[in-house]
T-cell receptor, first 110, second 114 residues
Framework: RKEVEQDPGPFNVPEGATVAFNCTYS??????FFWYRQDCRKEPKLLMS???SGNEDGRFTAQLNRASQYISLLIRDSKLSDSATYLC???FGTGNQFYFGTGTSLTVIP | GEEVAQTPKHLVRGEGQKAKLYCAPI?????VFWYQQVLKNEFKFLIS????????ETGMPKERFSAKCLPNSPCSLEIQATKLEDSAVYFC????????????FGAGTRLSVL
């Protein structure tokens, strides 16, 4: 079983739609969680960290459920510029290496 | 510098040739990580450094791959005798320390082995 699993999509949504991505992780000792965004094989860029209490940044909301080992990302009022691959990232262990999900592809359609 | 700098952007090698990739971390960042991204967005951790010391090499292939971070020089990842399956984008990331665990990525080096 992979350490981090994501629905690869693709998700094709119209502008203005709300879309949610999910991610599950296998290691219950995982301590840090992130959503990164990757555009067309460019470098991953941090979208937001994910905290147990949940956090929001503008149109983006991230949630963590430790009991279910589950992370989510909600994007409201989708923009064309949100089209990208969204990577779920988890850290566990002492090495601080990132464990990546395979990414979820989002295309926002005019 | 203010960003992770990777060179070259694209590297083309024939099978069996050597490939060497470079990474300069953000100034003040002590940790460097190397990842390999192949098709379908699969990222694979290769190796990490704390300054010039290997921190975690559990992802490094036992043969052909080596890496260094020397003082006052960019870090390097070297692949001896490249194979077709080494074709990938190699990303370097850096972080200030273990407590600040957000990693900042360079633009990557695309290695094409023909």
């Amino acid at each position: 079983r992979k350490e981090v699993e994501q629905d690869p999509g693709p998700f094709n949504v119209p502008e203005g739609a709300t879309v949610a991505f999910n991610c599950t992780y296998s290691n219950s000792a995982s301590q840090s969680f992130f959503w990164y965004r990757q555009d067309c094989r460019k470098e991953p860029k941090l979208l937001m960290s994910v905290y147990s209490s949940g956090n929001e940044d503008g149109r983006f909301t991230a949630q963590l459920n430790r009991a279910s080992q589950y992370i989510s990302l909600l994007i409201r009022d989708s923009k064309l510029s949100d089209s990208a691959t969204y990577l779920c990232v988890v850290i566990f262990g002492t090495g601080n290496q990132f464990y990546f999900g395979t990414g979820t592809s989002l295309t926002v359609i005019p | 510098g203010e960003e992770v700098a990777q060179t070259p952007k694209h590297l083309v090698r024939g099978e069996g040739q050597k490939a060497k990739l470079y990474c300069a971390p953000i100034k003040g960042h002590s940790y460097v990580f190397w990842y390999q991204q192949v098709l379908k967005n699969e990222f694979k951790f290769l190796i990490s450094f704390q300054n010039e010391n290997v921190f975690d090499e559990t992802g490094m292939p036992k043969e052909r791959f080596s890496a260094k971070c020397l003082p006052n020089s960019p870090c390097s990842l070297e692949i001896q005798a490249t194979k077709l399956e080494d074709s990938a984008v190699y990303f370097c990331a850096s972080t200030r320390g273990l407590a600040e665990n957000i990693q900042y990525f360079g633009a990557g080096t695309r290695l094409s082995v023909l």
